[in-house]
């Protein structure tokens, strides 16, 4: 049954509310303030990423069915598999991050920057899709290769998983089905932020390398240049957003004690990811070359 309590527009929220609303779980929102800016480093974030808008279609992605067709079969398919990963991994980021978060935000300048996060990664997804939709001349039997290669599903599987389970809670919080508590915060607010902070800082790296490795020979210079921009994206943005978001939690009791109660998941988070990078590699190279 739907939380009542909850509303769209907190008439009630005072002045000093305002100027000193937490990130999460501080008072139902009221006005979208601009005024108080407790978390100048977020605001400052949104706008960069905002002037670095672009779109999935400024490059002629047409001219890699030439590159396509004409190169060894082992280089078209290091850069399939690469494109792959990072294609279902923006899909997934670009769908869950404000279905997860939402219900627990509190504060302008964290809602306004994920919004904006959110929908450059629908960006990056378009642009993975775009680049596949022109770039054969039979785009299905690609994507059924990509959706069959299971060695990108068990790479984005480790952060996959922690955000099914975090989605899971955050619908039931939202749903009033459970109580908000210091631990429910942790397991969807901090576990989902380390874990995206992972993908994007750590996990998008070794396909960028692939790509940009085969680029650098000349080949595929539109997915290269398409690449270099969700890079950017990925890496001055994205990345330093989450660590930004944890410093400042870092201030807060419940911040302090969510990421130190974390520690042994944070180890086996990092360690399986590492893995999972290993693994990917390791299947890039399968042919011997």
């Not at 398919?77 to 670009?94: C, R």
């Not at 785009?139 to 990509?146: A, G, N, S």
């Not at 619908?171 to 459970?178: E, K, M, N, P, V």
């Not at 990345?239 to 974390?262: Q, R």
Request: net charge negative.
């Amino acid at each position: 049954m739907l939380d009542q309590s909850k509303s769209i527009f907190n008439f009630d929220k005072t002045i000093e509310e305002y100027k000193n609303t937490p990130i999460f779980c501080g008072p139902e929102p009221g006005l979208m303030d601009t005024i108080y800016k407790p978390y100048p480093k977020l605001w400052s974030l949104y706008k960069e990423l905002k002037n670095l808008d672009w779109d999935e279609n400024e490059f002629d992605y047409k001219r890699c069915k030439i590159d396509f067709k004409n190169t060894e079969d082992y280089i078209s398919g290091k850069m399939i598999k690469a494109l792959a990963y990072q294609w279902e991994a923006d899909s997934v980021a670009g769908r869950s991050i404000l279905a997860i978060l939402a219900p627990f935000v509190s504060s302008t300048e964290y809602w306004t920057a994920l919004v904006r996060i959110a929908d450059n990664e629908n960006v990056h997804g378009a642009t993975y899709s775009e680049i596949i939709k022109l770039s054969f001349d039979n785009p299905d039997e690609v994507v059924r290769d990509i959706l069959e290669y299971k060695a990108a599903r068990n790479r984005l599987g480790v952060v996959e998983k922690t955000l099914n389970e975090a989605l899971y809670l955050s619908r039931q919080y939202a749903a009033g089905l459970i109580p908000m508590s210091d631990e429910l915060y942790r397991d969807v607010v901090m576990k989902t932020t380390i874990a995206l902070l992972y993908l994007e800082r750590v996990q998008f790296i070794a396909s960028f390398a692939v790509t940009f490795t085969i680029c650098e020979t000349g080949l595929y210079q539109p997915i290269g240049k398409a690449v270099q921009k969700i890079c950017q994206d990925e890496l001055e943005i994205h990345a330093e957003f989450g660590k930004e978001v944890i410093t400042y939690e870092m201030k807060t009791e419940k911040g302090k004690w969510a990421i130190e109660s974390l520690k042994p998941w944070i180890k086996e988070l990092r360690s399986e990811i590492i893995q999972s990078e290993n693994d990917f590699i390791d299947s890039i190279h399968e042919d011997g070359h």
